[in-house]
């Protein structure tokens, strides 16, 4: 008996300990401090990249367009009207505007070649990069397009590896170098322009863009079909560089500004109707510089 009671007084002082420590906890209430978790903390996401809205140089790759070809003479390159990298103060370049006169001179590059097409651009941006330019201003596909013959004209499929090939390049060497994509341009509407000009479509007919503008003055079935085909392919050409470049956090495509902007007789050269004169290469320069010193991306 003696030895049951010791073990009852035993087991109701365990009770009563185990009783009170529940009561304890629940009493603390609100005024108790918080229990520490045992949850490891997850580290903070990280910042996206801020964009320098002011890099302190800069190298342009692309065709005649970014050469400033017939801006100045007939059939040739005038590199000084070049909108992405050029001295000329009418053209106020996008190298001027971003690194002035004397900043340009020193710290720009063109690399691009008359007649380049995108498989072209591979190799011009691995003679940029030797110079480790702070910002890349990307300018091709028209050639891609303007070929002898629809046929001949560079599959999307091809335009894409081949761009995707160029960033690669350029990613290899210059993971941060920021990079600037222009639109193709809107090659109908230069054709609609330029076929007004009787001076400019015998210049034409040397073999500027056969595909879009051969025949010029033809508006039959055929003509129009193959006409509106390149315009499609050029789009689809458009709809690849926005893509690829959005998967790049250190690039930035033009939303589609240089084929939306409506050239007229003005911004056109008077040598060949087609490419940009200086009045078009300034404007050029000018859709360059809103999207490079721009807070946000261009949607």
């Given at each position: 008996m003696r030895n049951r009671s010791h073990r009852s007084r035993a087991v109701f002082a365990t009770l009563a300990a185990a009783l009170l420590g529940v009561a304890g906890c629940d009493a603390t209430g609100g005024d108790s401090p918080a229990p520490k978790s045992t949850t490891a903390a997850r580290p903070s996401p990280k910042p996206t990249p801020a964009w320098d809205?002011?890099?302190?140089?800069?190298?342009?790759?692309?065709?005649?367009?970014?050469?400033?070809?017939?801006?100045?003479?007939?059939?040739?390159?005038?590199?000084?009207?070049?909108?992405?990298?050029?001295?000329?103060?009418?053209v106020n370049s996008l190298a001027v505007r971003l690194l002035g006169t004397a900043g340009a001179a020193e710290r720009s590059w063109n690399y691009a070649v008359t007649g380049a097409r995108m498989a072209d651009l591979p190799g011009q941006m691995a003679q940029a990069v030797t110079e480790k330019p702070a910002l890349v201003a990307v300018m091709a596909g028209a050639n891609d397009a303007c070929r002898a013959s629809v046929s001949a004209m560079t599959s999307v499929a091809e335009f894409r590896a081949d761009f995707e090939d160029a960033l690669g390049t350029l990613r290899a060497t210059l993971p941060k170098t920021q990079v600037y994509v222009?639109?193709?341009?809107?090659?109908?509407?230069?054709?609609?322009?330029?076929?007004?000009?009787?001076v400019g479509k015998q210049i034409w007919k040397l073999g500027i863009c056969p595909s879009m503008l051969g025949d010029a003055d033809s508006l039959d079935a055929a003509a129009t079909l193959r006409r509106d085909t390149v315009q499609d392919r050029v789009e689809a050409y458009n709809e690849v560089l926005g893509e690829v470049c959005a998967k790049d956090k250190y690039c930035r495509f033009d939303g589609g500004?240089?084929?939306?902007?409506?050239?007229?007789?003005?911004?056109?050269?008077?040598?060949?109707?087609?490419?940009?004169?200086?009045?078009?290469?300034?404007?050029?320069?000018?859709?360059?510089?809103?999207?490079v010193t721009a807070k946000r991306p261009v949607a």
């Open positions: 809205r002011s890099p302190d140089s800069m190298a342009a790759v692309g065709d005649s367009i970014t050469r400033g070809f017939d801006a100045c003479t007939v059939l040739s390159d005038c590199p000084e009207a070049s909108w992405a990298t050029g001295s000329d103060k009418e222009s639109s193709v341009p809107d090659l109908k509407r230069l054709w609609s322009e330029g076929r007004t000009n009787p500004a240089v084929f939306d902007y409506r050239f007229g007789t003005d911004q056109l050269s008077h040598w060949d109707w087609f490419h940009p004169s200086k009045n078009g290469q300034a404007q050029l320069a000018e859709m360059a510089y809103h999207v």
